[in-house]
C-alpha cells in the first residue's frame, strides 16, 4: 500500500512538474481573462450560455489541478506554508461560489483575482512581486519623509498662495492635492505662472519642490526596488542550482567564479607535485 502511494504521488509530481502541464495551466489562465472580458459586452443568449460552460470547465479543471498539486506535495502539513498555494487555494475555492443568487457580486470578483494565478504560476512573476513585497518596508520610511516634505510645502503654499487661488491652496489638505498635481507634472506650470504674477520668486518654490519629491525621492524608491530585486534574483539563482540559502546571503556569481579557479590551481598544483621527478 504503501509503494502504491509513493508511485502514486511521484506520477502526481511529474505531472505538476511537467512543462507540458504547466503551459496548459497558463493557457487556461489567459482563455478564463478573455471570459472575464467576454462577460462585459452585450452578447446573445446562446452566447451567454456557451461562455457559463467553458467558465464551469475552468472552475472544474482548476479544482483538479490544486488537488494534483496538494498530493504531489511531499509534506502535506507544509503544503499552506506557502502564501503562494494559499492564494491559489483562495481563489479555486471561492470560483466553486455560484454565480447567482446574493453571492454574484462575490462569485464575478473571485472569477476575476483567478488571473492573478498567472503570477504564482510563472516563475519571473513570481520573483518581481516577492521583491515587490519585500521592498514595501524600505519603501515605506521614504514615503513618510515624502509626506513630511509634501506637508511642509502644503504649509508654506497655503499661507503665501491662499489669496491667489482658494481653491488650490485654501488649506494644508488642499494644498497636498495641489502639490501632488505638481509632482506629477499635470499642468503644473498653470499653477506656477498664477502664483508667479503676485509673488516672482515662487518658481524656486516649486522648483525645490519638484527636485526633492520628482527627482531624489523617485530615485531613492527605484534604487531601493532593484537592491531587493537583485538579491531576489540570487536567491533564485542559488535555488535554482541547490545552493543553501539558509543562514545568509547565497554566494554572487564572481564569488563562485573566484572559488573555482582557486579549486583549478590547487589541482593543478596537486597534479605538478604527484608526477615523479
Known amino acids: 500500500m504503501a509503494s502504491f502511494v509513493f508511485r502514486a504521488q511521484r506520477r502526481l509530481k511529474k505531472i505538476d512538474s511537467s512543462k507540458i502541464f ?39 479543471f482548476f479544482v483538479i489541478e490544486i488537488v494534483i498539486r ?16 494559499i492564494f491559489d487555494t483562495v481563489i479555486v475555492i471561492g470560483s ?37 513585497l519585500k ?16 506637508y511642509i510645502y502644503a504649509a508654506i503654499g497655503s499661507m503665501f498662495f491662499h489669496q491667489i487661488n482658494e481653491v488650490l491652496w485654501g488649506d494644508v489638505s488642499i494644498s ?6 505638481v509632482a506629477t507634472f499635470e499642468d503644473w506650470t498653470d499653477v506656477m505662472y498664477e502664483t508667479m504674477t503676485v509673488h516672482p520668486l515662487s518658481w524656486v518654490y516649486y522648483l525645490s519642490f519638484i527636485f526633492l519629491t520628482a527627482f531624489i525621492f523617485l ?6 526596488v532593484l537592491e531587493v530585486m537583485s538579491q531576489e534574483h540570487e536567491i533564485f539563482r ?39 621527478n
Open 135 to 150: 521592498a514595501i518596508p524600505r519603501m515605506g520610511y521614504i514615503a513618510l519623509l515624502m509626506f513630511v516634505i509634501f
Open 238 to 276: 542559488a535555488e535554482q542550482h541547490g545552493e543553501s540559502v539558509e543562514g545568509g546571503e547565497p554566494a554572487s556569481r564572481a564569488q563562485i567564479e573566484k572559488l573555482e579557479h582557486e579549486l583549478s590551481e590547487i589541482k593543478a598544483l596537486l597534479l605538478k607535485q604527484s608526477k615523479p
Open 96 to 132: 466553486l461560489i455560484p454565480a447567482g443568487g446574493s453571492g454574484v457580486l462575490l462569485a464575478r470578483l473571485l472569477r476575476v483575482f483567478r488571473v492573478l494565478r498567472l503570477v504564482s504560476m510563472v516563475p519571473e512573476l513570481r520573483l518581481l512581486i516577492n521583491a515587490l
Open 219 to 224: 530615485n531613492m524608491m527605484v534604487g531601493t
Open 22 to 60: 504547466q503551459g496548459i495551466i497558463i493557457a487556461v489562465i489567459l482563455l478564463s481573462a478573455l471570459l472575464i472580458g467576454a462577460k462585459t459586452h452585450n452578447l446573445s443568449a446562446n452566447i451567454v450560455a456557451v461562455l457559463a460552460l467553458l467558465d464551469l470547465a475552468i472552475t472544474i
Open 70 to 85: 496538494y498530493l504531489a506535495f511531499p509534506k502535506k502539513k507544509k503544503f499552506f506554508h506557502s502564501g503562494w498555494n
Open 176 to 181: 497636498m492635492l495641489t502639490l501632488f498635481r
